[in-house]
């Protein structure tokens, strides 16, 4: 096989330590199924600011921008909190995602049998469930002005949240393909009941609609969604929604699986070319003891192998890889009943590369 080059910018806290758990999975794959996989890392986050300045280095850009895939691990922690904003990892998350092009982030939540348990959820209400967020990715309140200025009362800061026509048809045209190779339901989540950006939102979707009518379309205002996601999360097949109101309800949709650190992602623009990380951030909390669940690093990996590079036969090895090491019982502490027994990362991943086979 040709080689495929991927990006690899680990950045904070548990980043490098949950991406070091995928580039092993990665190199089983090599050996399991003949794949050739070239790795670059790039500094990039809070680790790229002590060290050069900027959380987005050029010359990471450029890797990125020269590699076939990026597997990111995460960024930020409180050593930055308090940095202007361009010295912000954080800000070097946003730019990377604009300056790729990748408007469209894919997080699918299922919830392994094993592992309802592991759920802070209901059995009888979590089985089955099986759905995927499609966030915009690259516009909203993320990327309008921002701005502070003197009010009346002082000092105010405002957040503007923009989109356009053309924004919203492409995540739009993106969750209803989607759809279309799942279960054929989409809900699409805004605010249209107060927001004038989510009214257009809505008027477009609606107007996208028409060239997918075996889809089966909803609307759903985003507080009765947080809601229901609890309620009925078997309920929803495709969800899209709006920058930060799908990076909310996408964490939520994590705890149906168990833990945030089972929830993998991907982001997308036009082409196959993809950006790959955990939803979680950095951790602090548990940064440096070797504890942190890498299945969802390991599960982007996962969505790469299938979106990206076409490799369909190691995708779903990983994926059953997963599943038959959380059946034989192994758990990181966040998703162990009896913590007692938990893994840890480096276990975690020893299991999983061991487990991958055609
Ligand atoms: P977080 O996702 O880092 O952590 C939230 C909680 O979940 C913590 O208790 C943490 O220990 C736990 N957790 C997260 N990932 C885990 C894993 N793999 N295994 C076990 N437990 C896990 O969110 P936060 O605490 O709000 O943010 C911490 C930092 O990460 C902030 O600087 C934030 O900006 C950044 N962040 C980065 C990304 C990213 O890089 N994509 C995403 C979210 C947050
Ligand atoms: C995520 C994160 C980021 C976001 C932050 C760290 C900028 O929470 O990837 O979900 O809000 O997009
Ligand atoms: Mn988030």
Redesign the pocket.
């Known amino acids: 096989a040709e080689t495929k080059k991927i990006a690899v910018i680990a ?1 904070d ?3 490098p330590e ?1 991406v070091a758990e995928a580039i092993k999975v990665i190199r089983k794959t090599e050996e399991v199924f003949g794949y050739k996989f070239e790795f670059e890392h790039g500094l990039f ?1 809070g680790i790229a600011i002590d060290e050069r300045g900027t959380p987005l280095p050029d010359d990471t850009l450029q890797l990125c921008k020269n590699a076939d895939a990026v597997l ?6 409180p050593k930055w ?1 308090n940095n202007p904003k361009e010295l912000r ?2 800000t070097g ?1 946003l730019g990377i995602r604009k300056a790729l092009g990748l408007f469209s982030n894919l997080r699918p939540a299922f919830v392994f049998d094993c592992l309802i348990e592991a759920s802070t959820i209901k059995e009888e209400v979590l089985r089955g469930t099986d759905l995927i967020v499609v966030r915009e990715l690259t516009g909203g309140i993320y990327f309008g002005e921002k701005f502070r200025r003197e009010g009346p009362n002082g000092q105010e800061a405002v957040d503007t949240c923009v989109y356009s026509v053309p924004e919203v048809e492409r995540i739009a045209r993106q969750a209803f393909e989607i759809a279309m190779k799942r279960g054929k339901r989409l809900a699409s989540v805004d605010k249209a009941n107060v927001l004038e950006s989510s009214r257009l939102w809505r008027e477009t979707v609606i107007r996208i609609a028409a060239d997918y009518p075996e889809v089966e379309l909803e609307h759903v205002l985003v507080d009765n969604c947080a809601m229901q996601l609890l309620r009925r999360p078997t309920s929803f097949d495709v969800i899209v929604t709006e920058n930060m109101f799908g990076d909310i309800l996408s964490d939520e949709a994590a705890m149906l699986t168990g ?3 089972m929830l993998s992602s991907a982001s997308m623009g036009e082409g196959s070319f993809g950006l790959y ?10 940064a440096g003891q070797g ?4 299945i ?1 690093t390991i599960l982007s990996v996962a969505l790469m192998f299938r979106l990206t590079f076409g490799y369909e036969d190691a995708a779903s090895a990983i994926e059953a890889a997963v599943k038959s090491v959380l059946d034989a019982g192994h758990r ?3 998703i162990a009943v009896d913590k007692s027994k938990a893994i840890g990362t480096v276990a975690m991943g020893d299991l999983i590369a061991a487990a991958i086979a055609k």
């Open positions: 950045g806290g548990i980043g949950v986050g990111l691990g995460a960024v930020g922690g909190d990892p954080e998350l833990s945030i650190g990380e955990p939803v979680h951030g950095s951790a602090p909390d548990i504890i942190a669940n890498p969802a990181t502490g966040d």
